[in-house]
């Protein structure tokens, strides 16, 4: 019996980054990161863009174009100390960045080129975007294209965290997703450097390539951040007064040894900070990068 194409279905597959949200609605992706200057200033906050960076790809995630810039500073706003320290941007380099006008007009201009549907970004870009968006005086016809351009902003942060560890850890850091990729735990805070990694992440996870399993990686973050929360003592200059010489104490952190307490990330804590007591030295419980890579070597 013949069947009519009306009654076909087509089963489609929905990874990461497959489906446009709002915007332009084309097929292509983007993989956006940005830098910001994110700063109280003068009974106000600032959210200023510093530098932006942007990797173009078909539906397959090949890459098609990419884009970097830094922006210009808005004037009487300066980098603190610490955010050179973290992007490697200076005061000098951003005042004769180019404008923010510029720039946005020619990422919209890339974006419209390869007809985009869709710029992902991981964590808070959208909102910071934004927030700098709404604090700047821009004319009518640029206004309504960053608008639409912010639009096409989709935080794949929840989703992808989500999926890839079973559903236990919906706010995966970037860090966090490249240690569980393979990649390393380091991030470069350069816009484009880690435009770069999110879209490597994404070609992994969607290739079932991962280095390590995202459950025990959520389940291992888990005890490793219950176990900093709970930990009391572990500075040699500031807890040094805090050290004594006890038999009982240490007859005590045998005990709890014994009951496999360490097992536990809050009883974990405790006996670290008690043998930390007991003039035993520190237990370092390390990165979560180097948690899970110490567990491969175990």
Same mark, same amino acid.
């Given at each position: 019996?013949?069947?009519?194409? $009306?009654?076909?279905?087509?089963?489609?597959?929905?990874?990461?980054?497959?489906?446009?949200?709002?915007?332009?609605?084309?097929?292509?992706?983007?993989?956006?990161?940005?830098?910001?200057?994110?700063?109280?200033?003068?009974?106000?906050?600032?959210?200023?863009?510093? $530098?932006?960076?942007?990797?173009?790809?078909?539906?397959?995630?090949?890459?098609?174009?990419?884009?970097? $810039?830094?922006?210009?500073?808005?004037?009487?706003?300066?980098?603190?100390?610490?955010?050179?320290?973290?992007?490697?941007?200076?005061?000098?380099?951003?005042?004769?960045?180019?404008?923010?006008?510029?720039?946005?007009?020619?990422?919209?201009?890339?974006?419209?080129?390869?007809?985009?549907?869709?710029?992902?970004?991981?964590?808070?870009?959208?909102?910071?975007?934004?927030? %700098?968006?709404?604090?700047?005086?821009?004319?009518?016809?640029?206004?309504?294209?960053?608008?639409?351009?912010?639009?096409?902003?989709? @935080?794949?942060?929840?989703?992808?965290?989500?999926?890839?560890?079973?559903?236990?850890?919906?706010?995966? $850091?970037?860090?966090?997703?490249?240690?569980?990729?393979?990649?390393?735990?380091?991030?470069?805070?350069?816009?484009?450097?880690?435009?770069?990694?999110?879209?490597?992440?994404?070609?992994?996870?969607?290739?079932?390539?991962?280095?390590?399993?995202?459950?025990?990686?959520?389940?291992?973050?888990?005890?490793?951040?219950?176990?900093?929360?709970?930990?009391?003592? %572990?500075?040699?200059?500031?807890?040094? @007064?805090?050290?004594?010489?006890?038999?009982?104490?240490?007859?005590?952190?045998?005990?709890?040894?014994?009951?496999?307490?360490?097992?536990?990330?809050?009883?974990?804590?405790?006996?670290?900070?008690?043998?930390?007591?007991?003039?035993?030295?520190?237990?370092?419980?390390?990165?979560?990068?180097?948690?899970?890579?110490?567990?491969?070597?175990?």
């Amino acid at each position: 019996m013949a069947t009519s194409n $009306s009654s076909k279905t087509t089963k489609k597959v929905k990874g990461p980054s497959q489906t446009a949200p709002l915007g332009y609605k084309g097929k292509n992706q983007a993989f956006l990161d940005a830098e910001y200057l994110s700063a109280r200033f003068k009974k106000s906050s600032i959210e200023d863009v510093i $530098s932006v960076g942007i990797v173009i790809t078909n539906p397959a995630h090949e890459e098609l174009d990419r884009f970097y $810039s830094t922006v210009q500073l808005t004037r009487g706003h300066k980098l603190p100390p610490l955010i050179t320290e973290l992007t490697g941007l200076t005061n000098e380099e951003l005042e004769n960045a180019p404008a923010y006008e510029d720039v946005m007009t020619e990422l919209i201009t890339l974006i419209k080129k390869w007809q985009v549907g869709k710029i992902c970004v991981w964590g808070g870009d959208k909102n910071n975007f934004q927030r %700098d968006f709404e604090s700047r005086n821009l004319d009518k016809p640029l206004k309504r294209s960053v608008a639409k351009f912010i639009s096409t902003f989709e @935080n794949i942060q929840k989703e992808v965290s989500l999926d890839i560890t079973g559903g236990l850890d919906a706010n995966l $850091s970037l860090a966090d997703m490249k240690t569980i990729c393979g990649l390393g735990g380091y991030v470069a805070h350069n816009a484009l450097n880690d435009a770069e990694d999110m879209l490597q992440c994404i070609r992994i996870i969607e290739t079932d390539g991962m280095k390590f399993d995202g459950v025990k990686a959520a389940e291992y973050k888990k005890f490793r951040g219950e176990y900093v929360k709970n930990r009391s003592f %572990d500075d040699p200059e500031s807890d040094e @007064n805090y050290i004594i010489d006890s038999k009982l104490g240490e007859q005590f952190l045998e005990e709890l040894k014994e009951k496999g307490f360490a097992d536990d990330p809050k009883t974990k804590a405790f006996m670290d900070d008690l043998e930390f007591l007991l003039g035993k030295g520190n237990a370092y419980m390390g990165t979560f990068s180097e948690m899970m890579l110490g567990k491969e070597e175990s």
